[in-house]
């Protein structure tokens, strides 16, 4: 059964800080993996996509690498920012499978 | 990056009526949409998927009699929530996948439907 889990549901830093956030996922023949961002009464924005072939990708202070093997996905916010406060949301694409299975997301709060 | 528009970003209708959200592509073409439904503090739940020129997917214990969609061209699709109810009131946003590349997929606003 295709699962995608995301944990903590919430996190609260100081601002400044580096933080990591988590994702796994049963089976690893996975087709790609997303990271998005989602603000309060908004729609979503994609952060990073990882491809199955790859094994990480970056975007400014943000970091996504993947781990099939293990079912793991991390994104790294560095120096986090009150503007970073958001609810992250993982999703995975399997192969064969032509959808998005989303986790129940990580709500981050950045405190100034 | 890729731009998904929907429209209207909010609507209040009467219970019984019927309500048509529109989902853009605007600068991409998107062989594949989706349409999916969120409440309140929870994750996405995807209601249905669509191809251009065919009928919907939908997904198990979605009334597809209720939640029409159709997905005309490459870059516009319609979820058209009929005989409205409150309980169908929700957050709905609608998804694009683009025809080459990666396949990234983007995502609308979404709409903010409430039914009274």
């Known amino acids: 059964k295709q699962e995608v889990t995301q944990i903590p549901a919430a996190l609260s830093v100081p601002e400044g800080e580096n933080l990591v956030l988590n994702c796994s996922f049963t089976d690893s023949a996975i087709y790609n993996l997303q990271w998005f961002r989602q603000d309060p009464g908004k729609g979503l924005t994609s952060l990073l996509l990882?491809?199955?072939?790859?094994r990480e990708q970056t975007s400014g202070r943000l970091n996504a690498s993947l781990d099939k093997s293990s079912g793991r996905s991390t994104l790294y916010i560095a120096a986090s920012q009150p503007g970073d406060s958001a609810t992250y949301l993982c999703a995975v694409r399997w192969r064969n499978f032509n959808k998005f299975y989303f986790g129940s997301g990580t709500k981050l709060n950045v405190k100034p | 990056g890729a731009v998904v528009s929907q429209h209207p970003s909010r609507v209040i209708c009467k219970s019984g009526t019927s309500v048509k959200i529109e989902c853009r592509s605007l600068?991409?073409?998107?062989?594949?949409m989706f349409w999916y439904r969120q409440f309140p503090k929870q994750s996405l739940m995807l209601m249905a998927t669509?191809?251009?020129?065919?009928?919907?997917?939908?997904e198990q214990g979605v009334e597809k009699d209720k939640f029409l969609i159709n997905h005309a061209s490459l870059t516009l699709s319609t979820l058209t929530v009929t005989s409205a109810h409150p309980e169908d009131s929700s957050f709905y946003i609608c998804s694009a996948r683009g025809t080459s590349g990666y396949y990234e997929q983007y995502f609308g606003p979404g709409t903010r439907l409430t039914v009274t």
């Open positions: 990882i491809q199955s072939s790859q």
């Open positions: 600068d991409f073409q998107a062989t594949t």
């Open positions: 669509s191809n251009e020129g065919s009928k919907a997917t939908y």
